[in-house]
């Protein structure tokens, strides 16, 4: 159960992921995965480590200057700490159910019903009968599960870079910073969009079947800029998805990290879709008087 767990909330954190990117110039940020933070008074550097969700372990091998960064820092900074698995299960099972007043049928068209129930039953041998009882964001959520496991069959819960990276920081004796909260994840995923929405969300990844598997092409590459054109041509988040899924989490990250920074060398390892554009953490640390450059060796 709490391996299963693990793995649910490390996808709830991917569909945040998938969801969220915003727009960037030429000019801004990108090719490399790893930043080093220093100057505006920090005595020692810190680094921003953009982590894909799920994926392969032996990738962290090829990223240049990640294990000596690592080596080097005193603390570690991640979205969330994962920990209390009975507690995650329970508020995820509350937060993910579909409002007893409301039907998969009053939010998608007949046409748009049969499209999804019948793409549900090719992948998971079930249509929308059985989901009926889940909100369509958690369908969704599934769905990437699906599609990742497919994608990544070898990737176990405990070997998630997020997980990975609170499990080493554990073993050498680091602090490890959580920069948000179950509930206020769960919250942005099943709450700050209209079930309508969600349920259009899910019925574009599943017109879109390239999307994970592109996405996991520009990770590699750490295409910044190819990840936000991807993600403003298929499936575009709204405004209000936009500013609740990353301008105001990143403002709200920004504001904890400068005093958190201060204290010790920090690797900070977030989804890298939040080190994207000028809303992103790069720019805006550099806003904020930081040097930010990229480790490439």
Same mark, same amino acid.
């Given at each position: 159960?709490?391996? #299963?767990?693990?793995?649910?909330?490390?996808?709830?954190?991917?569909?945040?992921?998938?969801?969220?990117?915003?727009?960037?110039?030429?000019?801004?940020?990108?090719?490399?995965?790893?930043?080093?933070?220093?100057?505006?008074?920090?005595?020692?550097?810190?680094?921003?480590?953009?982590?894909? =969700? #799920?994926?392969?372990?032996?990738?962290?091998?090829?990223?240049?200057?990640?294990?000596?960064?690592?080596?080097?820092?005193?603390?570690?900074?991640?979205?969330?700490?994962?920990?209390?698995?009975?507690?995650?299960?329970?508020?995820?099972?509350?937060?993910?159910?579909?409002?007893?007043?409301?039907?998969?049928?009053?939010? @998608?068209?007949? !046409?748009?019903?049969? %499209?999804?129930? !019948? $793409?549900?039953?090719?992948?998971?041998?079930?249509?929308?009968?059985?989901?009926?009882?889940?909100?369509?964001?958690?369908?969704?959520?599934?769905?990437?599960?699906?599609?990742?496991?497919?994608?990544?069959?070898?990737?176990?819960?405990? !070997?998630?870079?997020?997980?990975?990276? $609170?499990?080493?920081?554990?073993?050498?004796?680091?602090?490890?910073?959580?920069?948000?909260?179950?509930?206020?994840?769960?919250?942005?995923? %099943?709450?700050?969009?209209? +079930?309508? /929405?969600?349920?259009?969300? @899910?019925?574009?990844? @599943?017109?879109?079947?390239?999307?994970?598997?592109?996405?996991?092409?520009?990770?590699?590459?750490?295409?910044?800029?190819?990840?936000?054109?991807? +993600? =403003?041509? #298929?499936?575009?988040?709204?405004?209000?998805?936009?500013?609740?899924?990353?301008?105001?989490?990143?403002?709200?990250?920004?504001?904890?990290?400068?005093?958190?920074?201060?204290?010790?060398?920090? %690797?900070?390892?977030?989804?890298? +879709?939040?080190?994207?554009? !000028?809303?992103?953490?790069?720019?805006?640390?550099? /806003?904020?008087?930081?040097?930010?450059?990229?480790? /490439?060796?």
């Amino acid at each position: 159960m709490v391996l #299963i767990m693990k793995k649910l909330l490390l996808l709830v954190m991917l569909a945040l992921w998938v969801g969220s990117v915003s727009a960037q110039k030429n000019s801004e940020k990108t090719g490399a995965l790893l930043w080093k933070i220093s100057g505006n008074g920090l005595k020692k550097p810190s680094y921003v480590f953009g982590t894909h =969700h #799920i994926f392969p372990l032996s990738f962290l091998d090829s990223v240049p200057g990640l294990k000596k960064a690592f080596d080097l820092s005193e603390q570690v900074v991640v979205e969330l700490i994962m920990s209390d698995m009975a507690n995650i299960a329970v508020a995820m099972q509350a937060a993910s159910m579909m409002p007893q007043d409301t039907t998969w049928q009053m939010l @998608l068209s007949k !046409e748009d019903y049969a %499209f999804v129930d !019948e $793409q549900l039953k090719a992948l998971f041998g079930a249509g929308l009968e059985t989901f009926a009882a889940l909100k369509p964001a958690m369908v969704n959520t599934l769905y990437s599960a699906n599609i990742h496991q497919k994608m990544f069959p070898n990737v176990k819960p405990d !070997e998630a870079f997020d997980v990975w990276f $609170q499990q080493q920081a554990i073993k050498k004796g680091l602090p490890v910073i959580g920069l948000e909260q179950v509930q206020d994840q769960l919250a942005l995923l %099943f709450e700050s969009s209209s +079930l309508s /929405r969600q349920a259009n969300d @899910l019925l574009c990844m @599943l017109r879109n079947k390239d999307y994970a598997e592109n996405m996991a092409k520009n990770y590699r590459k750490a295409d910044f800029k190819g990840l936000s054109t991807q +993600l =403003h041509n #298929i499936c575009p988040m709204s405004a209000d998805q936009q500013m609740a899924l990353i301008d105001n989490r990143n403002k709200n990250w920004l504001e904890q990290l400068p005093a958190i920074m201060s204290k010790k060398s920090t %690797f900070v390892a977030v989804g890298c +879709l939040h080190l994207v554009g !000028e809303v992103g953490l790069l720019s805006g640390l550099q /806003r904020l008087g930081y040097k930010v450059e990229p480790v /490439r060796k």
